[in-house]
């Protein structure tokens, strides 16, 4: 899987719209970008994926760099239900073997009233 | 409404009691997998299930087993629960594009 690197926190104002970058300069044709986030001590929670096209999906829009060295996560309007963790993970979508889920450190991103 | 569920929540035992934790899901996914998640250790992959019968282990799996008889069910089943093994427990399948869904998590305390 290529590396990821996310800043470790950022704020937003609730209503305002919540950017979050991901860098993956390593990046594979093949690779994927997902996206999940962790609310503290629930079930990690899928939130979107993407190749090399946005998309947009009901939680929220993934905006990938043409080159595709870099994402944003994008939450049109933060609630403050959307405090916390985000991890960005690339890899493959393919293959039959075992597919476990470790997740970097991510950014916790805290919805301000 | 498509989703992976756990059963119990929250559960606390004491050493060498048997237990299991049942995860069913309604995705028709054939892959599942149980994860662990201890402060600062991360997620860790305790066993996954490529389908139906078919079984193996993750990187923890001492003192745990699983079975799958079903593909909708996973059960996490620990036969002589030890103090070390208190944490919190996930279950997870993986959709068409590998995507995973999580259950809610069972919180273990084994005294």
């Known amino acids: 899987d290529a590396k990821t690197t996310q800043p470790p926190s950022m704020d937003c104002a609730e209503g305002r719209a919540a950017n979050l970058p991901c860098n993956h300069s390593?990046?594979?044709?093949?690779?994927?970008v997902y996206w999940y986030r962790q609310i503290h001590s629930q079930g990690p929670q899928y939130i979107i994926h993407?190749?090399?096209n946005n998309e947009t999906n009901e939680m929220a829009s993934l905006i990938i760099t043409e080159d595709r060295k870099s994402s944003t996560l994008i939450l049109p309007h933060a609630t403050l239900r959307d405090t916390a963790v985000y991890y960005c993970i690339v890899r493959v979508a393919s293959g039959g073997s075992n597919y476990k889920l470790t997740f970097g450190k991510g950014t916790l991103l805290t919805v301000n009233p | 409404e498509a989703q992976v569920t756990q059963n119990p929540r929250y559960l606390i035992t004491v050493t060498g009691k048997k237990l299991t934790v049942t995860c069913s899901q309604n995705?028709?996914?054939?892959?599942m997998s149980w994860y662990r998640q201890d402060p600062g250790l991360g997620l860790r992959q305790i066993y996954y299930s490529m389908n139906v019968e078919v079984t193996d282990k993750g990187d923890v799996p001492e003192g745990y087993k699983v079975s799958r008889k079903e593909k909708r069910n996973f059960p996490l089943i620990l036969e002589s629960p030890s103090p070390n093994q208190t944490s919190l427990y996930f279950c997870a399948s993986r959709g068409t594009y590998y995507e995973q869904y999580f259950g809610p998590g069972t919180r273990l305390t084994v005294t």
């Open positions: 993407g190749l090399k």
């Open positions: 390593t990046i594979s044709g093949n690779e994927y």
């Open positions: 995705m028709n996914h054939e892959y």
